[in-house]
C-alpha cells in the first residue's frame, strides 16, 4: 500500500511548463503597467506645473511684531523661484503689505520680507502659514514678545 502511494505521488507533477510560463507572463505583465501608469502619472503632474512643487523650499529665517505689523523673513534654498500669494495668520487670510504686484517674488538661494498688518498682542501665540502660486505651503508658530 505504502509503495502505491508513493508510485502515485511520483507520477504526479506541478504546474505544467507552458501553464508555468503563461502565470509568470502574467506577472510580468501586470508589473509592467503598474510601473508605466505610475510614471505616467508623475510626469503629467510634473509637466502640468504641480511637479514643481517638490523643488520648492522655503524657510522662515526671522520674525519680528512690530507696530501692528508682523514682518516675515523668507528664504528660498529650494531648487526653484517661488512666488508667495497668500499669508495665513492664525488659519486667517491677510495681504501682503510691502510688494505692489500683490505677490512676493523669492528667488533661488535669496531673501525676502514680507510684511503683513496685523493688530498683535503682547504674549499671543499665532500660527503663520505661507502659500505660493504652485501650492506650496510652509507653517510655523510664533509668540508676540
Same mark, same amino acid.
Given at each position: 500500500?505504502?509503495?502505491?502511494?508513493?508510485?502515485?505521488?511520483?507520477n504526479?507533477?506541478?504546474?505544467?511548463h507552458?501553464?508555468?510560463?503563461v502565470?509568470?507572463?502574467l506577472?510580468?505583465?501586470?508589473? #509592467? =503597467?503598474?510601473?508605466?501608469?505610475? &510614471?505616467?502619472?508623475?510626469?503629467?503632474? @510634473?509637466?502640468?506645473?504641480?511637479?514643481? $512643487?517638490l523643488?520648492?523650499?522655503?524657510l522662515?529665517?526671522?520674525?519680528?511684531?512690530?507696530?501692528?505689523?508682523?514682518?516675515?523673513?523668507?528664504?528660498?534654498?529650494?531648487? #526653484? =523661484?517661488?512666488?508667495?500669494?497668500? &499669508?495665513?495668520i492664525?488659519?486667517?487670510? @491677510?495681504?501682503?503689505?510691502?510688494?505692489? $504686484?500683490?505677490?512676493?517674488?523669492?528667488?533661488?538661494e535669496?531673501?525676502r520680507?514680507?510684511?503683513?498688518?496685523?493688530?498683535?498682542?503682547?504674549?499671543?501665540?499665532?500660527?503663520?502659514?505661507?502659500?505660493?502660486?504652485r501650492?506650496?505651503?510652509?507653517?510655523?508658530d @510664533?509668540?508676540?514678545?
Open positions: 500500500m505504502k509503495n502505491q502511494t508513493l508510485k502515485s505521488l511520483k504526479r507533477s506541478g504546474v505544467s507552458i501553464l508555468s510560463n502565470l509568470m507572463l506577472v510580468i505583465i501586470t508589473a #509592467s =503597467s503598474m510601473a508605466f501608469s505610475y &510614471v505616467a502619472n508623475y510626469v503629467g503632474d @510634473y509637466q502640468s506645473g504641480r511637479g514643481a $512643487v523643488l520648492q523650499r522655503l522662515f529665517e526671522d520674525v519680528w511684531f512690530k507696530d501692528n505689523q508682523i514682518i516675515i523673513t523668507i528664504y528660498n534654498y529650494g531648487k #526653484s =523661484s517661488c512666488n508667495v500669494t497668500s &499669508v495665513f492664525d488659519y486667517h487670510q @491677510y495681504s501682503i503689505a510691502n510688494p505692489p $504686484v500683490g505677490y512676493v517674488i523669492i528667488p533661488i535669496e531673501h520680507t514680507i510684511t503683513v498688518d496685523f493688530v498683535w498682542t503682547s504674549g499671543s501665540a499665532h500660527n503663520l502659514k505661507l502659500l505660493t502660486e501650492g506650496y505651503t510652509v507653517e510655523r @510664533y509668540e508676540a514678545p
